[in-house]
């Protein structure tokens, strides 16, 4: 049974690599405040679309993590490079192929779907230069899948630190045309973030060939292996879909707020959204660290154990989540002058901030039961449990924000129906006990 101690040790690296990553969209968020009211709601839309593509390799990767898990845990190191390596042979070229795809989508397609032209234009000057990303966050994807299914995550902090600092220093140059470069606005801030993914890759480039044991890990031989991608696509191909469909129904939150309540909402919705991200990167954390967890017991024939990691986890959790809301509960104006100096928004944010934060002890608890279920290589149940959950949250989203055209503060109770069902679903599922018939 894993400690406490273990737990800590895996997912507190995880946890501050995901605070230095959440930085740079808190920087992003904060810088483009000082922008412009269109400009930081506009920046919470593109965030959103850039987000649902990567969820694709994201996907993938989380596969690959679970099956590296398993691997390690059965003690076949040699097997592990091969599927690093093929996962990101796979996605490479589709990485590439998006580009002048989604390039030429930005610009002919997107602004058709807003109600305001002008946050239809910043959306597309925006993601004209973020896609050049994908390739770098692809390969980045698979480095961190397999530190984290290899239970060697400290390497992850370093490189969420040097990808903040890279992305602060051409935010502050590339936004507002400070330290001799050229003032680009919210292009600059999509051109920043580029360059840290860039950064980030050649680190973890550096890293992998200094610092880790190449032969051990069958990292000796790169060839194309279709049953390796095979393998690994029956695992994430379902975990690919699930989080592509999660991020399409938070975009289709940001685009009711948009049309149906106006610019001034989606300002406010972006920064409770940055909030939201912000504190709930240690259960986030958690979850993480949950699904290698489970995958390493099971791959170490301890399936017994499984259940009891998971409630530890979970409570671990929920008590880390309850000082984060008493936290930013206690200081609310403090935390959003963050991101704006108009007292007028900031009051207008501090209601639908307690909302958010309300829905937290649901989010702890059930992002730890979810990534259970997929950390046992169930991944098809855990897409079957996620559309469930979004078809009631979609629904209750409709209700509150177009038929209702209700506030913005009640619009935020949506994730109170989204975590309530994700706790509730996978705690029968587990208790059930069939994922324990899974082979991988």
């Known amino acids: 049974m894993y400690t406490k101690k273990h737990i800590a040790k895996i997912s507190a690296p995880i946890f501050l690599s995901l605070l230095a990553q959440n930085l740079i969209q808190v920087v992003d968020t904060a810088f483009l405040g000082r922008v412009g009211e269109i400009e930081l709601g506009a920046s919470a839309l593109a965030g959103i679309i850039?987000?649902?593509?990567?969820?694709?390799?994201?996907?993938?990767?989380?596969?690959?993590?679970i099956l590296i898990g398993r691997r390690n845990g059965e003690k076949n190191y040699n097997q592990i490079g091969d599927i690093v390596i093929q996962g990101a042979?796979?996605?490479?070229?589709?990485?590439?192929?998006?580009i002048p795809f989604l390039r030429y989508g930005a610009v002919h397609w997107l602004p058709a779907i807003f109600e305001s032209a002008e946050v239809g234009r910043a959306v597309a000057e925006y993601l004209e230069w973020r896609v050049f990303g994908l390739v770098f966050a692809f390969m980045n994807l698979m480095f961190r899948a397999f530190f984290i299914g290899i239970a060697r995550t400290k390497i992850l902090t370093l490189n969420?630190?040097?990808?903040?600092v890279v992305n602060v220093i051409f935010d502050y140059g590339l936004i507002f045309g400070n330290l001799g470069m050229p003032e680009l606005g919210i292009g600059g801030a999509a051109i920043a973030s580029v360059i840290a993914e860039f950064a980030s890759t050649l680190f973890f480039l550096f890293y992998l060939r200094k610092k880790v044991d190449l032969n051990k890990y069958?990292?000796?031989?790169?060839?194309?292996?279709?049953d390796v991608i095979k393998k690994t696509l029956s695992i994430s191909i379902f975990m690919m879909i699930q989080y592509l469909f999660s991020v399409s129904t938070w975009l289709l939150f940001f685009l009711f707020i948009e049309n149906y309540m106006g610019e001034r909402s989606l300002a406010v919705t972006n920064v409770v959204r940055s909030l939201y991200t912000v504190v709930t990167i240690p259960s986030h954390a958690i979850g993480s660290a949950t699904s290698t967890l489970?995958?390493?017991t099971i791959g170490a024939g301890r399936q017994g154990e499984v259940l009891q990691l998971i409630k530890r986890l979970?409570?671990?959790?929920?008590?880390?989540?309850v000082v984060m809301m008493l936290i930013i509960g206690a200081l609310p104006r403090l935390v959003v002058h963050v991101y704006t100096d108009d007292?007028?928004?900031?009051?207008?944010?501090i209601a639908p901030l307690y909302v958010m934060l309300s829905s937290l002890p649901l989010y702890s608890v059930g992002t730890v039961l979810f990534n259970s279920i997929s950390g046992t290589g169930n991944t098809r149940s855990a897409l079957k449990i996620e559309i469930i959950s979004l078809i009631f949250y979609v629904t209750y989203m409709w209700f509150i924000i177009v038929y209702l055209r209700s506030s913005?503060?009640?619009a935020w109770t949506t994730e109170h129906v989204y975590w309530f069902l994700l706790t509730i679903i996978p705690f029968f599922y587990l208790r059930k006990g069939k994922w324990k018939e899974k082979k991988i």
Request: hydrophobic content about 60%; glycine content about 10%.
């Open 294 to 296: 489970v995958s390493n």
């Open 89 to 98: 042979l796979f996605l490479f070229l589709p990485s590439l192929l998006l």
């Open 160 to 164: 969420a630190v040097i990808m903040g």
């Open 314 to 321: 979970a409570l671990i959790s929920l008590g880390v989540m």
């Open 343 to 349: 007292p007028l928004l900031i009051n207008e944010i």
């Open 408 to 410: 913005v503060a009640l």
């Open 50 to 65: 850039y987000i649902a593509i990567y969820t694709l390799g994201f996907g993938f990767s989380m596969g690959s993590q």
């Open 218 to 226: 069958g990292f000796t031989k790169i060839r194309f292996q279709f």
